[in-house]
């Protein structure tokens, strides 16, 4: 499609009458072109200058523009929604380079979700007409009957983790955790509903996890459960990429430098299938323990010449290397540019962005501050009868993320005094070994500059090597893994289908 679009109003306020004063009308256009499954859309905008005095007025609940106006009355607030100093802690300038285009068409929600009924008077009820629920063999369609919460697919979940907790223990072994960790985590992932209109093909009421089950094949002699997470992965609140100070540059056939790039300001649906293990593989006791095929270590000479220049956060996934609770994934601290992504100015407030191809964003770093609401988790998730910081994620390698603890505050929270290692990892009160974001101070060379700086306050999510044993994870970090017809952890009806 095409067209233009009503953007947006900026006005003047003026405090001695109280009212705002409309002044310049923003409007976006954009032309819209496919290439294969994905469609992208540039943009630009217009503005026109208000030349008559229009006010804000609000009547019978709806705004408008009149001569007249309305008395508003402005009040300091204890919020603070722009960019926290320890998401540019380097203080690095606005760009006002332009935006990239935003995409849309890696997800289409109608065909992952497709139709259904629940019961109501007179209705009968019919399971999901979607690409996932099809896409699963008979043992795991009660999971994922509908889309986001509901008693009947959370009682199927029930009962599936009680079939797989026997199982996995039948045959000698254990899961990483407790059923009602992965129960709990599956609800909060399922209530997660869009509540801004930040995403460019999204819509606000949907859902942003629609579906979340378990699976429990073998591989002939031993079982691998998984925790299966379909997600569109975003967060559910205003994105915010429009404040970041310097977003990464979008790849242009017309381009060879960050000045004159466009960059990421927008987000779209992804696509995402994801398979979190549950049983218990180990953990591991040196990096080298586990072997990645790639790494943020593999293209930088240094760093890749001795395994003694490896660290917990170069040797990490290029990508993705877990999910949050919202839905969104999250990537190693450092960037490719192999320091922490928030001395580059490049994040967000809630320490995400979009990468350089454009599509949904991703979290380098903890956006937790103290007294905020609209981050992945605040104040009111330590509140009520809490005794440890709260779950906000799963690494690939199935080892848990809890939030941050807070110096002093969270002295009575069960593991406080219990330091974390290498990895930001510890084991306490029978929970199993499980991350936790906290904050770091980081010294080293930032490519472009001279000598060493020295941060602190940088806030860690995971630093970005896994913990947890991954040999024997099946399809760990594979191309193929997303694909039903290939990895029947995921549920598939078939695994006949070569990668």
């Not at 953007?7 to 976006?28: I, M, N, P, Q």
């Not at 947890?468 to 598939?492: E, M, T, W």
């Given at each position: ?212 089950y378990f699976t ?16 569109y992965g975003n ?37 995402y299938v994801l ?225």
């Amino acid at each position: 499609t095409s067209g233009n679009y009503p953007g947006y109003v900026t006005f003047s306020y003026d405090s001695t009458t109280g009212k705002f004063k409309a002044r310049k009308r923003y409007v976006y256009a954009y032309t819209c072109s496919s290439s294969g499954t994905t469609t992208s859309c540039p943009s630009s905008y217009t503005s026109t200058t208000y030349s008559s005095n229009l006010y804000l007025t609000y009547s019978g609940g709806a705004y408008s523009l009149t001569k007249t106006g309305t008395h508003f009355y402005l009040y300091a607030t204890p919020l603070s929604l722009g960019i926290p100093s320890f998401m540019n802690p380097k203080s690095v300038d606005f760009v006002t380079n332009s935006a990239y285009n935003f995409l849309t068409g890696k997800a289409t929600v109608s065909s992952i979700e497709g139709t259904y009924t629940t019961s109501g008077a007179g209705s009968t009820n019919s399971c999901s007409t979607g690409s996932i629920y099809t896409s699963l063999n008979s043992t795991y369609k009660p999971q994922a009957c509908y889309p986001g919460t509901n008693t009947t697919t959370r009682a199927a979940a029930v009962t599936q983790l009680a079939t797989i907790k026997s199982a996995v223990e039948a045959n000698g072994e254990s899961l990483r955790y407790s059923t009602d960790v992965y129960l709990a985590f599956r609800d909060a992932l399922l209530a997660q509903k869009l509540v801004s209109d930040s995403i460019a093909d999204g819509t606000p009421g949907q859902n942003m996890v629609p579906f979340v089950y378990f699976t429990n094949e073998s591989d002939g002699s031993k079982y691998h459960p998984m925790m299966v997470i379909v997600s569109y992965g975003n967060q559910t609140s205003p994105n915010g990429l429009k404040d970041v100070p310097k977003p990464p540059g979008a790849s242009s056939d017309n381009c060879s430098s960050y000045s004159c790039s466009p960059v990421t300001r927008y987000a779209n649906l992804e696509n995402y299938v994801l398979a979190i293990p549950m049983k218990d593989y180990g953990v591991i006791s040196t990096l080298t323990d586990n072997s990645l095929t790639t790494s943020l270590c593999s293209d930088d000479s240094t760093c890749s010449a001795s395994t003694s220049n490896r660290t917990v956060y170069n040797y990490a996934d290029t990508a993705d290397n877990g999910i949050l609770v919202n839905g969104a994934v999250m990537f190693p601290l450092y960037n490719n540019a192999l320091y922490p992504s928030p001395i580059a100015g490049e994040l967000s407030a809630s320490g995400c962005h979009v990468g350089q191809g454009g599509g949904g964003p991703h979290c380098h770093s903890d956006g937790y501050l103290s007294g905020q609401g609209l981050g992945l988790y605040n104040d009111t998730d330590y509140t009520s009868k809490v005794t440890h910081p709260p779950l906000i994620g799963f690494g690939y390698d199935g080892v848990a993320l809890f939030g941050q603890y807070r110096a002093t505050t969270d002295a009575s929270l069960l593991g406080y005094s219990t330091s974390l290692g290498d990895w930001g990892v510890h084991n306490h009160d029978s929970i199993g070994n499980h991350y936790h974001s906290h904050t770091i101070t980081w010294s080293g060379s930032i490519p472009g500059t001279d000598g060493t700086v020295s941060v602190s306050n940088i806030a860690v999510l995971m630093k970005g090597a896994y913990i947890g044993k991954i040999a024997n994870i099946p399809y760990f970090r594979s191309s193929c893994g997303s694909k039903f017809q290939v990895n029947k952890y995921l549920g598939g009806t078939t695994s006949s289908v070569s990668c």
